[in-house]
């Protein structure tokens, strides 16, 4: 059975997500896959033009901006830092993976780019992805992005309890989070960094899923952490992407706003949870 959240259409014409029951997941074992050894930067580089071009001519991105220029506070953005997380290899373009992760990434600079413009720091960009290899490492530096590499790639738990884990986020950064895998640390960091803007797969209903189906000592805290971090944000599905439907297929932009009825909070977070 899909965990993916209803959604139904909106007077304002954007489709608004409407919560449903978490699903049990299992813990991931990231590892770097196989290099293609006939893989270069150049290739990577021709590959995310490519990618580019086609997010820049899309309808999804013209209504995706839209929200954020509909949504931005009314100070701008103001950004200090983007980072990319869970995009998986860059360098496996022949898969379906490969392909996906370089257009969300496309989308992410992109993004950036956009709401720079009401941000007066610039903003910092950076990418963090256990199972990156050296030629994805490479063609991100040649973008200048900084990339976070942790101390085994190889060793999931190591790795997710690695404390540079998300340590670049914040309450001023926007984060792509592209379908990160159901562990609890890291959806943990992620919801405790309280990110001004999020582009993710639902992190919080990920972690209350685990917190149901696996009680912990840590149960109360978790439940507490997912019920701030909801009631404080607002969200819309992505716009779909006509040239290839997966790409975006559950992902949410959703962003934080005051909330002047504190009985509207608190019936929202009760309904959640």
Known sequence: MSSKPQES?????WTHIKRGKGARHSKP???????????????????????????????CRKEFLQILDKKQPDDGWQLDSAICIASGSFSQIHTQRGKRGMLQFAAFMDT????????????????????????DIAFLTSLGVTVIVHSDPNKAQQSLQDPALFSHMGPQSMVFELYIDPWEPALRRLLKADPKLLVGSQPEKKLLSLVQ???????CDDRALIKKFDKER??????????????????RVCWKEPVDDESQISAKATSFL
Not at 9 to 13: K, Q, Y
Not at 29 to 36: G, H, V
Not at 43 to 59: M, T
Not at 113 to 135: C, F, G, M, R, W
């Open 9 to 13: 259409a909106a007077e304002d014409g």
């Open 29 to 59: 074992t990231p590892s770097r896959p196989d290099p293609d050894r006939t893989m270069t930067v150049e290739i990577l580089q021709a590959n995310y033009e490519k990618c580019k071009r086609l997010w820049e001519a899309s309808s």
């Open 112 to 135: 950036i780019i956009h709401v720079q413009k009401t941000s007066d720091e610039q903003i910092k960009v950076y990418a963090e992805e256990l199972v990156y290899n050296d030629i």
């Open 213 to 219: 189906a696996f009680p912990s000592a840590t149960e």
């Open 234 to 251: 607002a969200s819309y599905y992505l716009p779909q992407f006509d040239e290839d439907l997966g790409i975006f297929e559950g992902l």
